[in-house]
Each structure stands twice: as C-alpha cells, then as structure tokens.
C-alpha cells in the first residue's frame, strides 16, 4: 500500500509517486549511446579536455557541490586574471568631499565671459523691491509718556561690553529695566575690550543730551551717582553690590531679585550686562525698548555729520540710478576668517596667518585636546563668510550690473590686494567710507572701532539695498531699523549660504542655471523683507507689531464706522 499525500488536493488525498531508484556513478561509465561525451571516447581530446569533462561529471554527480560554486568562481577568477597583465594599474579618481575645497576662483574664471556679456535683465536696483506688502505697509507708533515719573526706587549702573551693537543692546535693556523697576539709569559705562581696543565713552558715540531728554518722562537718566550716596561706599563703584545675571533673564527676576536690593542698597551694578534680558517681556518693557533704540540712541553730531554727508557722496555716484546704491556688510577681516576656521586659497601663508590670529585672540581655545576642526563642514553649513569675490558673483547673478553703486562697509580685508580684486572687476563703482572720505576726515574716528562702524550704519541705513553676508549683530540691528523706517520692510538680501556654498562648489554649473537660482534667493528676500517678530525674536530685528502699526489701520477704523 502506497503512503498517502497529507497535503489535500482538490478536496481529497492522491497516493504518492514510488521513490526513485538509486543512482550509481558505476552505472554511468557505458552510458554512450545517449550522446554524452565519455573519457573512453574522442581519442583526439587533450588531456585537459578530458580532466575537465571528468569535474563536470563529479559536479552533475554530486550537486551538493554546488554549495561550493561561489568559492570555485572566485577562485577561477583569480586564476584568470593571474594571467592577465598588471603593467598599467588603474586610477580611481578621488573627488574631495562638497565644500572641502574653495572653488570659487575656478568658477569665476569659467563664468565670467558669460557672466560680462549678459544682457538678458534690468538692473536689480530699480525693480528688486516689487512684492506688495501683505495686509499694507507699517509705521512707527511708539509713544512717550506724559505722566509725570514718581519717586526713584534708586540708581542701577550697567556696564556694557562688546562692539557697537552689543552695546546698544545693553543700552536698551538698561533702560527698559531701569523703566520697569522705576529706577534711576546712570549712563552706562562702556566696557573696554582687548579685541574691539576702543576706549570710546556713551558720549562719544551717541548723542548724550538727546537721548536723556527723549527718555525724560518715561525713565530718570543721570551722568552720575550722587556723592551723598557714594560715600557710603568709599566713593569706589567696586564697593557697590554687583548682580551676576544669567543670559536672557525674564523680566520677573528682576523684580523678584534685583528690585529688593535695590530699594535696601539704593545703589546696584550690574556687570557683565549684554544679553542680560530675554527678547519675550510685557508690553511695557517692549515699548521702552522701542523708544531707547529707535527714537533716543542717535549718533553723536560729529558721526552724524560725517556719515549724512558720505551718504550724499553715494547717491552722487549712483546718479545713473536716481540715487539708489547698495551697501553691502563684508565680513572678511583676518579675525573673522581666523574665528570661522573655514580654508581658502592663500596656502601655507594663510594657514600660519590664521594660526596666528587665533592664538592672539583666542588664546588655546582652539587648540584644546580632543578638538576636531573640518573646514569643509563649516562651508557646506554657510558658516563661512563669504569671499568678496563670491559676494561680487551673488550680486551679479541676481542681476545687479557693473553700473551698480556698491558700499563696503568692513574693517581691514584680509589680505585685500589679491581677494578684493575679483570683486572690483566685477563692480568697478565700488567705494567704502576710506574711499569716500579724505584723510582729514576720518582722523578723529580712525583710532576706534565703535566710531568707524558707526559710520558704516549710517551709510548702510540709507541704502536702497542692503546685504548682510555674515550673522552678528550689526545687520541684526540694521534689520530692524530698516524695517522701522521703510514702511515694515527690511529692504535686504540675506543669502541662504548653505545654497550658496553648493552653487559655488559645482564646477559644472552654468551661468544661466546659477544666474537662476540666484534670481529666485533675491525673490526669497524680497517675499521676507516685512515679517513679524515671533516668540524668542529680538525685537531690534523685528519691530513689528511691538515698535509699529498697520499704516491703513486708521484708514480702516474710519470707514468702517462710516459704514
């Protein structure tokens, strides 16, 4: 009886076939009628023929050799190519990794033909602002108060550090802390610093009567201590209790905290300062801050002069375009290049200048066990400042021509005969406040940095365009200020880096296609140019809704109570 299939077919069972008969290689040897080639056979074959035809019989005998095939293929294979010639070894081309190295150059000296003989587009400085703003145009709406103040809860001394923006930034915070805690704000103290080297006073950058007589209503400003008072400390401002306040501290710690002391002491310090005050506070610190940057901190009488009248020079030079001209925020100065760690074209002279500078700055900080620094990283990131050649690029390829006005403002340019001469061919009428101004001119401000970027704000401020090419606080500050006197919008491009340092590391890019993809960033920065300030933004960069108002809100209030 035959065993029965378990597995049902068809709704029942079928009997299994009977098992194969055994298989003997010995039966095999005579097997010649079918066809199949025999060792006793073909006299004519070579012994290897034969000693092959005897493996593939073993082979088709004994398939569990097939597990082996794969080691038997490799081994064949090696056995091939063991006869095969090795005189000329094969080169693999290694391209570096994308940002690990500065392509710019290259590209530049591929594209410029192209780039010079381009006619496809209108100048940028006439049509680049076209976005209609959503929902209208803002207006400054900060108000002062007309009450008269009560009496002082005491007087609270700040110590401001850091460059010019910064400090502005200690500056304002000093005023809406001392508004809020109803105290008296003595004039803060600029803090020297080894890096910025400027030993500049309030007074010498801002206009120091101005700004107390704007504030008078709203926040008690005072040059100084009263005696009676500093007596009780041995007249020695180290005597007097100092707050060491974390970063970005809410405006209720001071309350809680800082008011208590002051109404025991009458007297406080707080030092360091920058930073000291989160950008999210109630509306009554917002407005203060408002008034302080935008209304009361305005430039000494003799940065003023000197910057209103290179703006005039600007506009003279940019008469083939109404007056319009674009400022540009060029952060390339050896300290700038030494900090961001990122590698570019100077060679073993920039790397030993860089070394340098770190080390003279920034003594061991980058130098600390453990510490990993890739160049490239940084670049494709858009950490890397960019070159003024790939700034002279950018512009072209958003359409501003070689007819463009264009103001640098930026310290020292490392090594600026070789890097800054790609971007004057690109943008012959290129000037910066060296150029704008003689000699005598800027002797009173050349020794302090505060005094000369003060300058550059001022030319920044009044551009048709500006361009920010590296963070800080300086096109941070700008931004906002931009904003506040351009109906809402900042007016400025600020690049996607990030995008760029790609564009720029192709090598195979066309200018049509990089012209493209530029056209469409300056597109980006013109639909950002009116944004509202969001939780955790600076409201120096972003004054709507907090510094301004809707221009037609009034216009639509009336009509709609008309109706």
């Known amino acids: 009886m035959h065993p ?106 591929k594209l410029h033909l192209e780039m010079d003989s381009d006619n496809s587009s209108v100048d940028a400085i ?79 950058i801002y206009d120091e009567e101005f700004f107390v007589n704007i504030l008078k209503n709203d926040v008690r400003v005072v040059d100084k201590i009263p005696e009676y008072l500093m007596e009780r400390f041995g007249s020695n401002m180290t005597n007097v209790h100092n707050f060491r306040i974390k970063a970005w501290s809410s405006i209720q710690y001071y309350r809680d905290v800082v008011l208590p002391k002051l109404l025991e002491e009458k007297v406080i310090r707080i030092s360091p300062f920058a930073n000291r005050l989160s950008f999210d506070a109630p509306p009554v610190v917002q407005r203060l801050r408002c008034l302080a940057n935008y209304e009361a901190l305005r430039f000494s009488s003799t940065i003023l002069s000197i910057g209103e009248a290179l703006v005039e020079r600007m506009r003279k030079h940019s008469a083939i375009n109404g007056g319009k001209y674009v400022s540009v925020h060029l952060r390339f100065e050896e300290d700038m290049v030494a900090f961001s760690c990122c590698v570019f074209d100077g060679g073993k002279q920039e790397r030993e200048d860089m070394i340098a500078a770190r080390e003279r700055g920034w003594k061991g900080k980058f130098t600390k066990p453990g510490r990993v620094i890739r160049p490239g990283a940084i670049r494709i990131n858009g950490k890397c400042p960019l070159t003024p050649l790939e700034v002279g690029l950018m512009l072209r390829g958003m359409g501003f021509t070689k007819n463009t006005s264009i103001f640098l403002a930026s310290g020292k340019i490392y090594n600026s005969e070789k890097t800054m001469a790609p971007l004057r061919e690109m943008f012959p009428n290129l000037h910066s406040k060296e150029t704008l101004a003689s000699e005598e001119e800027l002797a009173p401000f050349k020794s302090y940095s505060s005094r000369m970027a003060a300058i550059d704000y001022t030319v920044c401020l009044h551009s048709e365009v500006f361009v920010t090419t590296q963070g800080g606080n300086f096109p941070h500050f ?76 009034t216009d639509d209030s009336r009509s709609s109570s008309a109706t």
């Open 126 to 204: 006439s049509t680049i602002w076209k976005t209609p703003y959503k929902g209208g145009e803002w207006k400054p709406c900060v108000d002062r108060s007309c009450e008269v103040l009560p009496e002082s809860n005491g007087y609270i001394y700040v110590e401001a550090n850091g460059g010019l923006n910064q400090q502005r930034t200690s500056v304002c915070n000093a005023v809406a802390v001392a508004g809020y805690l109803n105290a008296t704000l003595v004039i803060p103290n600029f803090h020297y610093h080894s890096i910025w080297k400027d030993p500049s006073k309030f007074r010498d």
């Open 478 to 553: 700008l931004l906002g200020h931009r904003r506040y006197l351009y109906g809402g919008h900042a007016k400025t491009i600020k690049p996607d880096k990030r995008k760029l340092a790609l564009l720029f590391d192709n090598p195979n890019i066309g200018w049509k296609s990089l012209k493209r993809q530029l056209l469409s960033m300056r597109s980006h920065s013109d639909s950002k140019g009116v944004e509202l300030k969001r939780p955790n933004d600076s409201i120096y960069s972003f004054p709507c809704p907090d510094c301004m108002c809707r221009a037609n809100k």
């Open 4 to 109: 029965y299939n378990r597995l049902p077919s068809s709704g029942h069972s079928t009997p299994s076939p009977p098992p194969s008969p055994l298989r003997s290689p010995r039966l095999r040897h005579g097997r010649s009628k079918t066809g199949r080639f025999s060792p006793n056979r073909g006299g004519g074959r070579t012994a290897a023929q034969r000693l092959s035809w005897m493996f593939l019989s073993v082979l088709l005998r004994r398939q569990g050799v097939f597990l082996f095939a794969p080691l038997i293929y490799i081994s064949g294979m090696l056995l091939y190519m063991g006869t095969a010639s090795f005189d000329v070894v094969p080169v693999i081309k290694h391209r570096p990794a994308p940002g690990s190295v500065y392509r710019s150059p290259q590209l530049y000296a």
